[in-house]
């Protein structure tokens, strides 16, 4: 069983950034950043395979947000830049083992799920 830490997320004035770190216990091929507001499934921010393969980014993040891996493989940092209240939500890291990265986007694909952490965007 893989575990997640993220850590960042907090609160901060629209135009503002935010950083968010997801450490897994393990070494896993694909690693993400999912959203959930309030009523709503987790909808997929960004995703890295984490051996040299691509980035997905959503289109409502991409140029804003950036995806990318710490020294060790099993880290990846989400990089938030000119939020707005829209991206108020829960941000949750998501982790899969099985490779095929560029198969995983609905939640239901990925295996291993962090416990979520909150960004909050006051305008």
């Known amino acids: 069983q893989v575990q997640l830490v993220e850590s960042g997320g907090g609160s901060v004035q629209a135009g503002g950034s935010l950083r968010l770190s997801c450490a897994a216990s393990e070494y896993t091929p694909c690693m993400g950043w999912f959203r959930q507001y309030p009523g709503k499934e987790r909808e997929l921010v960004a995703r890295i395979g984490t051996n040299g393969g691509s980035r997905f980014y959503a289109d409502s993040v991409k140029v804003r947000f950036t995806l990318s891996q710490a020294n060790a493989k099993n880290t990846v940092d989400l990089q938030m830049n000119s939020l707005t209240p829209e991206d108020t939500a829960m941000f949750y890291c998501?982790?899969?083992?099985?490779?095929?990265?560029?198969?995983?986007?609905?939640?239901?694909?990925?295996?291993?799920w962090g416990q979520g952490t909150q960004v909050t965007v006051s305008s």
């Open positions: 998501a982790a899969d083992s099985r490779g095929f990265c560029y198969t995983r986007i609905p939640a239901t694909t990925w295996q291993y």
